[in-house]
């Protein structure tokens, strides 16, 4: 998530566009920066296993969107989710621990 996003954004991953649209809405307000990834058929086929339902690691690229797919296999298929990547904005050099999208989610549900 780093390589792609950097810093400034978090990676939002979902299989449901109105509840990241939610989330987004309150990342704005609370000036959190969210960046849409994909999840698509070509990553879920890179956890593939020929001697498990799954494995855990597609492989060196897209680890992120591979993870996601991953995790995704165990969600209950009608149930709307959103995972947040924050490799790259749970911790600043020169901050420490940022408490990254606490905000956001106090926008979002209370």
Known sequence: MVAALGHEFTGAFTNN???LKELMDASVKTKE???EMPISSG???LIE???ADIKNSGGRLAGASTAAAFIEAFIEK????????????????KVGATGVMVKT???LFC
Do not use: M, N
Not at 79 to 90: E, P
């Open 17 to 19: 566009k109105k509840f």
């Open 78 to 93: 009608d149930t709307k989710w959103i995972h947040l990547d924050i490799a790259g904005t749970a911790t600043l050099e």
């Open 33 to 35: 920066k969210v960046w």
């Open 105 to 107: 989610f106090t926008e």
């Open 43 to 45: 990553y879920r086929k």
């Open 49 to 51: 296993s020929k001697v």
